[in-house]
């Protein structure tokens, strides 16, 4: 299982979608409902149930699901992973992870993949040159 708000897609989600696949036999991505994200990272730029099928097309993922609401654990409760693989970025501590999944009766190992080499390309860095960029095209304009 894999998990993140994969809001515009980057090289940096195939990488670590193509790591976290090659961790076991099925990958299940659980990518975080609009609330969850606005919480943790910023408002999507692209819906919910558009960013699921999105993820749902690549390559590595076999299936892709929208996570809970209210309980990030619901999901892992439901689906029975025995991995789970965090980004990089991700707030979450394994080993706690790895605890209140036990707690629940789901046994996980938990797997922190690092980033894609020289990844220049992160949702806020895209952003950040197309702002820049219009903002240099306005002032040539102005």
């Not at 193509?18 to 606005?38: C, P, S």
């Not at 999507?44 to 999105?54: A, G, K, N, S």
């Amino acid at each position: 299982m894999a998990t993140g708000v994969f809001d515009l897609l980057h090289p940096g989600h195939v990488y670590f979608l193509n790591e976290a696949r090659k961790l076991g036999d099925e990958l299940v991505v659980v990518v975080a409902r609009d609330q969850t994200a606005r919480r943790l990272k910023h408002e999507p730029y692209v819906p919910e149930h558009m960013r699921r099928e999105m993820v749902e097309a690549l390559k590595p993922v076999d299936r892709a699901v929208l996570g809970s609401t209210t309980d990030i654990y619901e999901t892992v409760v439901r689906e029975q992973p025995r991995i789970i693989a965090l980004g990089y970025d991700q707030v979450w501590n394994e080993k706690e992870v790895e605890r209140e999944c036990a707690r629940r009766g789901v046994p996980v190992k938990v797997v922190r993949i690092g980033p894609l080499p020289h990844d220049e390309l992160a949702t806020r860095r895209i952003v950040d040159r197309i702002l820049e960029r219009a903002s240099k095209k306005a002032e040539v304009g102005a």
